[in-house]
């Protein structure tokens, strides 16, 4: 049963701290996207990958969030230093893209909830 | 900018009683309309994809529907285990592979 997989499920952290959260998505998925899911916002896209290079990144602030995939099976979502207004729930989601075709389904990890004191 | 908005933000049914969600969307150039249910403390889990307007699609109770405006989730007879957030979220021909969520409908079914 093919999944993405995050971790971890739940961190707690001091503001200021450094925080990484992982994603491993879908084997054969080439597209892979970081959202962040808040009472108050919804689901919003921070950043996404498609073949390992990051392809938009405009939903992320800069200064303190960085995303990377260091290999095909793995990418990572940093926060540093974190805010008390960084906590809310960290999801990834693959999907597959191909040149042409129609299919745009993203399918989503159970996420990473954060939260900052 | 793509705009989705989702009504009602809360809808209560009892067993057995259908019903409909409602998913209005401003995408230029629609490259597709998405559903996805997600339940407490879970990631959003696909349902369907719809592309063109008149396309319908269906599973189990639920059926999804797509006109130029807006797309409908249908709910028939519904059972306590369809209780679940459901979102909707479009994407757009200068959206690139970027989806705009909606808000989301809270369904509770009562027994």
């Known amino acids: 049963d093919a999944r993405v997989t995050q971790t971890p499920r739940d961190k707690v952290t001091e503001m200021g701290q450094e925080v990484t959260m992982r994603c491993q998505p879908i084997l054969g998925h080439n597209t892979v996207f970081w959202y962040r899911q808040t009472m108050m916002q919804g689901l919003e896209l921070l950043a996404y990958f498609r073949n390992r290079a990051p392809l938009d990144d405009s939903g992320m602030p800069k200064d303190r969030f960085s995303a990377e995939m260091p290999d095909a099976t793995l990418a990572t979502l940093k926060i540093q230093p974190s805010e008390p207004r960084d906590s809310a729930v960290y999801f990834c989601?693959?999907?597959?893209?191909?040149?042409?075709?129609?299919?745009?389904?993203?399918?989503f990890g159970p996420g990473t909830r954060l939260t900052v004191l | 900018e793509d705009q989705v908005t989702q009504s009602p933000e809360a809808l209560r049914l009892q067993e057995g009683e259908s019903s409909s969600l409602n998913c209005s969307y401003t995408v230029s150039g629609l490259r597709g309309l998405f559903w996805y249910r997600q339940d407490p403390g879970k990631g959003p889990e696909f349902l369907f994809t719809l592309y063109s307007a008149g396309e319908e699609k269906e599973k189990e109770r639920l059926k999804a529907t797509l006109t130029k405006k807006e797309s409908f989730l249908h709910i028939t007879a519904p059972k306590p285990e369809d209780s679940a957030t459901y979102l909707c979220a479009a994407r757009g021909e200068t959206s690139g592979s970027r989806l705009t969520f909606g808000e989301g409908t809270q369904l509770t079914v009562n027994p």
């Open positions: 989601a693959s999907g597959l893209y191909q040149i042409g075709g129609r299919s745009n389904e993203q399918f």
